[in-house]
């Protein structure tokens, strides 16, 4: 009796060491999952591991076109006087004629995108290599200003339907990528408060439906006195905006039998 009274002892404490190793191991197995979850996402493409940061979620991203401009630098304020931010596409020749805005763009934190040189259908899609000439140009524009090397571009008109398949396979290889949007603010239409209207009511309902839309704005000085409006409305709904970078899958509209070389007198 008294050996079997032994044997339970220790079987109590065989299973209360078993126990306190269970948990001990579960509890350095749940630490380890979130030190892990907190470093860079690793992807491996043709047996290279390239590190890629993990990017905060916005709900919205606001891109400017055409500029930079005269009025460039009264867009910035009012965008960072609403704490925002936004990513332009620039054209060269603009780049060139507004150097300190550009500087001022990466110095606050916005995104550096291209736009091209001509902003010319008959010039940027008279070849196959015209828009890669073009974005090629603006490119060494901006990196000579600012030092950044952008491979993010946005064709004039958007990239349907004259950029064709072999024009985005010559842009594919030598890394650019091709930005387009999910909102056209419609302020080259309408150029006054309506397309404010519009664009508040598209980017409600694609945050409703889960989206992050990326929306299609003009660096034009008779549409930024209408900005206020459309940022008031972005931070009273508790909107955050962001800026697009290399890591993101870009929003680009799908041929789908639609593109086609351009021919003269029919853009």
Not at 62 to 74: H, Q
Not at 117 to 123: A, G, L, N, P
Not at 240 to 246: M, R, S
Request: aromatic share 8%.
């Amino acid at each position: 009796m008294a050996r079997r009274r032994r044997l339970n002892r220790r079987g109590k404490i065989a299973v209360g060491l078993l126990v306190a190793l269970t948990a001990a191991l579960f509890f350095f197995l749940g630490g380890n999952d979130k030190e892990e979850s907190q470093k860079p996402v690793k992807s491996a493409s043709a047996g290279v591991v390239e590190e890629k940061p993990i990017l905060e979620k916005s709900d919205l991203y606001l891109t400017f076109d055409d500029g930079p401009s005269e009025e460039s630098g009264r867009l910035l304020d009012i965008l960072n006087e609403f704490n925002m931010k936004a990513t332009f596409f620039m054209l060269g020749p603009h780049m060139e004629n507004h150097s300190e805005v550009v500087k001022r763009m990466k110095e606050e934190g916005f995104g550096l995108a291209l736009h091209g040189t001509s902003h010319q259908t008959e010039e940027i899609y008279s070849g196959p290599l015209a828009p890669l000439h073009e974005m090629v140009e603006a490119q060494a524009i901006l990196e000579e200003q600012t030092g950044v090397k952008s491979s993010l571009i946005r064709l004039p008109y958007g990239s349907v339907p004259y950029l064709t398949v072999e024009m985005r396979g010559n842009l594919s290889q030598k890394g650019f990528r091709i930005w387009d949007w999910d909102i056209d603010s419609r302020d080259w239409e309408l150029k006054d408060e309506r397309f404010i209207q519009h664009t508040m009511e598209r980017i409600e309902h694609m945050i409703a439906a889960g989206e992050a839309p990326v929306v299609l704005l003009h660096d034009r000085p008779e549409l930024i006195d209408y900005l206020p409006e459309l940022l008031t409305f972005i931070k009273d709904k508790g909107y955050k905006t962001g800026i697009l970078t290399q890591e993101m899958q870009p929003v680009t509209f799908h041929c789908e039998g639609r593109c086609h070389a351009y021919v003269a007198n029919e853009g």
